[in-house]
Nanobody
Framework: QVQLVESGGGLVQAGGSLRLSCAAS????????MGWFRQAPGKEREFVGR???????YYRDSVKGRFTISRDNFKNTVTLIMNSLKPEDTAVYYC????????????????WGQGTQVTVSS
């Protein structure tokens, strides 16, 4: 089983930055695609971005140029750096692991963390 733990959430002013981390268990972390999703109150969980096992990244349009995902396979961690944050970025952010493929859909992922709250004030 893969366990994922997010950290780094908090309150930040619009225009500010936050760095989220996801720590993963398992001996084959380097083989996973790691995704970030978010869910705002009353809304569906949505794809934010992902980094493949080959470190290829892909982001939803609304965060391109602002968010950056990286991974450290030695530490079994994935980092989401969020810059130029906007109030509409407010959500619970989840990391997820896909054991196969490089998907961007919720159903493409096999394991999920519990989430960390990001609140952006104007």
């Amino acid at each position: 089983q893969v366990q994922l733990v997010e950290s780094g959430g908090g309150l930040v002013q619009a225009g500010g930055s936050l760095r989220l981390s996801c720590a993963a268990s398992g001996r084959t972390f380097s083989l996973y695609s790691m995704g970030w999703f978010r869910q705002a109150p009353g809304k569906e969980r949505e794809f934010v971005g992902r980094i493949s096992s080959s470190s290829s990244t892909y982001y939803r349009d609304s965060v391109k140029g602002r968010f950056t995902i990286s991974r450290d396979n030695f530490k079994n961690t994935v980092t989401l750096i969020m810059n130029s944050l906007k109030p509409e970025d407010t959500a619970v952010y989840y990391c997820a692991a896909a054991l196969r493929g490089t998907g961007i859909r919720i159903q493409d992922y096999d394991y999920w963390g519990q989430g960390t709250q990001v609140t952006v004030s104007s």
